[in-house]
């Protein structure tokens, strides 16, 4: 089964710095005489997302120290994607600094919209603490894989993985120790938290959208131990997502929507798992880490101070294994050379440690084993933080083909249709099984079937 997962690369640097010396740090950062006057400034399309804001205090931080410019125009999930579309199809592009999502990072790759870092920086170094995110910021053209024997086309900005989500004061109230570390104990504990109409076990997603309800259903497929595809690293694109795991993964799926779950789940989007949980009627819920500061900001949820995180469950056995919905920055092949420079001259102020620890402190996701080993990590505001570095080391690359669109519409249609209990189960992953193999075989890629599930 694919199971591509990540850490960071050997931990040789063991910088600790503290809260206050982290921003201190970033601010001491070297400023280069006549930046203002020698670096063009660059232009980021980025998406409206809960990581904007600290991205922006990040962005504002290296003006202060550098002198740059940078323009951030901000745009809805779809717009941005037609934006960079748009701007590296053209003769000459709008965008310097590419924000793409692990949904079209490949498409940008395979396409050769994207300029390697050292083609246009020999001596760039990526610090050997940066997440690499499923080695999702390399790419080999020739044998069209994501490895570091590649070349380096990208950094991460945003390491977007899902958590779990949990009610700790009413895991002590009701005698229930220990996160819940295993599908049987999330089942268990949704279950004994089930009070409907005024609580849920749990608030899941299971409406149709550009990537919901499969982003979902990842953490779930994958910690059972099934996959979409075969080996997609060794351009094995058997699918495998009705093997016998699959089929247990989306069972449980439905059961949990079914027996401790929204009575709406079908219907429901990320806000809406968001809204239901902020507004104390779910007790758990699985989503993206981002989701913190909503859940903390004590102006607009009424469970701040109340939650506790964990990775998501896995059977026990087999480690934790969220899917990777991050963000990489990469720089467009079609734009002046003198903006391709200021952009990597910004990536490599964004990957050092002083930068992401402040990062951190702005309310960001930081990409530098750093800021995970950092006193702040201690603090109960920062309690996301140690099991997000556990369940980044686990991460899980879900796609690694530029037609990833096609297969995710596939997952979108059947998963909303098991959920709203028009087809069973077995029905749909049989169904999205015929389906992605079609896609895959009508692009040329070596692809088989499994023996349908009865």
């Not at 970033?26 to 203002?36: D, E, I, N, T, V």
């Not at 089929?247 to 079914?258: C, D, I, S, V, W």
């Amino acid at each position: 089964m694919d199971r591509t997962t990540q850490g960071s690369t050997a931990l040789g640097r063991r910088t600790l710095l503290g809260g206050a010396a982290a921003l201190t740090g970033a601010a001491m950062l070297p400023r280069r005489a006549g930046a203002q006057a020698r670096t063009a400034p660059i232009t980021i399309v980025i998406n409206q997302s809960p990581w904007l804001d600290s991205f922006r205090r990040s962005i504002e931080l290296y003006e202060r120290e550098t002198g740059a410019r940078v323009e951030l125009d901000v745009n809805p999930f779809a717009g941005s994607l037609e934006k960079q579309r748009n701007s590296v199809r053209a003769s000459r592009g709008t965008t310097d600094l590419l924000i793409m999502n692990s949904t079209w990072f490949a498409e940008m790759y395979f396409g050769g919209f994207v300029e390697p870092i050292h083609a246009m920086d020999p001596g760039f170094r990526l610090d050997p603490e940066v997440y690499t995110l499923g080695d999702s910021i390399y790419f080999d053209a020739d044998a069209k894989t994501l490895t570091p024997r590649g070349k380096l086309m990208s950094l991460p900005i945003a390491p977007i993985v899902p958590l779990t989500y949990y009610r700790g004061d009413l895991y002590r109230e009701n005698g229930i120790e220990g996160a819940p570390l295993t599908f049987q104990q999330l089942e268990a504990n949704a279950k004994r938290l089930h009070r409907p109409p005024r609580m849920v076990g749990i608030v899941q997603r299971g409406a149709r959208g550009p990537a919901s309800v499969s982003y979902d259903f990842y953490s779930y497929l994958y910690g059972f131990g099934g996959s979409v595809f075969r080996n997609q690293a060794a351009n094995d694109y058997t699918v495998t997502l009705n093997a016998p795991e699959g089929r247990a993964a989306l069972e449980y799926y439905l059961r949990l929507a079914r027996e401790c779950g929204h009575p709406r789940t079908a219907a429901l989007e990320q806000a809406e798992v968001i809204q239901n949980y902020v507004t104390g009627r779910a007790a758990h819920m699985i989503t993206v880490v981002a989701a913190w500061s909503q859940v903390e900001d004590r102006e607009r949820s009424a469970v701040a101070d109340r939650t506790e995180f964990a990775p998501p469950p896995s059977l026990p056995g087999l480690p934790t294994a969220p899917p990777l919905g991050h963000w990489l920055a990469g720089v467009s092949r079609n734009v002046p050379d003198e903006r391709k420079r200021a952009a990597v001259q910004f990536l490599n102020w964004f990957q050092t440690p002083a930068a992401q620890i402040a990062y951190a402190r702005g309310g960001g996701l930081p990409i530098h084993a750093a800021a995970y080993r950092d006193a702040m990590a201690d603090e109960r505001r920062y309690r996301w933080m140690k099991p997000l570095g556990v369940a980044l080391e686990k991460s899980v690359n879900i796609f690694q083909f530029p037609e990833a669109a096609e297969v995710v519409a596939v997952l979108e249609l059947g998963l909303n249709r098991a959920v709203a209990g028009e087809i069973t189960a077995v029905a749909a992953l049989n169904e999205m099984a015929t389906q992605i193999h079609a896609v895959m075989a009508a692009r040329g890629y070596r692809t088989a079937l499994l023996e349908p599930l009865r």
